[in-house]
Every structure is written in C-alpha cells, then in structure tokens.
C-alpha cells in the first residue's frame, strides 16, 4: 500500500484507459489523528508549496512534511491523504496556520 500526503486532489492523478472500466472515486474526510497513524508507517509527500509543508509539519507531531512538486498516479493500493486549506491563503513564510484558516484532512482512494 503506498500512502502519499498531498495539498490538493485532481483527475488526473487517476489513470484511466480510453474506454476502460468505471473508475470510482472515493473521498472521506478523516482525523488528524488519523492521518499522523497513517503516515507514521511512512509516507511520500506531494505537497508542492514550502509554507504548507512547514504548516503540516508544525501540526502533525513530528513527522517532517517536505516539499515536493511530483506527479502522482493513483491506483487501488494508493491512499491519498489530501490537506485541504481553507478559510484563506497561507502568508509568505507561514510555519502555523493564522487565524480563521484551518486544514482539513481528506481520504482518496480508488475503489
């Protein structure tokens, strides 16, 4: 099973075959404790931006979130943790999250 910790989800992490069979997408939000237990049995990261690596390292006990720009292809033994930003934008250089911008973790895995 390979885990990856990403910032983002997009359809073309889904390889698909022209014509092939349905592919199901399944997306579930889950716990920070959830994804520190996941990730502690290792992980790649596919976080592509410097502050939100440093904010997820800073929050997620420590296990070191670097950055890393890569193209992910998904499978059904791929579990994509996604940490989703919201409530606004990180500042330049943030290593915390400022206030009213939380992260939310989200499960993505092929069925």
Do not use: W, Y
């Not at 910032?7 to 889950?30: C, P, Y």
């Not at 070191?64 to 930003?85: C, G, Y």
């Amino acid at each position: 099973m390979e885990r990856i910790l990403g910032n983002a989800f997009s359809l073309q992490m889904v390889k698909t075959e022209e014509g092939g069979e349905a592919v199901k997408i399944k997306i579930v939000e889950v716990s920070k404790t959830l994804v520190e237990c996941e990730l502690s049995k290792g992980f790649i990261s596919a976080v592509g931006h410097a502050d939100t690596a440093a904010v997820l390292t800073s929050m997620l006990n420590g296990i070191e979130v670097v950055m890393n720009r890569i193209s992910v292809t998904m499978n059904s033994e791929t579990r994509l943790f996604v940490a989703q930003i919201t409530g606004g934008r990180l500042p330049e250089g943030a290593v915390t999250l400022p206030e009213g911008v939380t992260i939310k973790f989200f499960l993505v895995t092929l069925e």
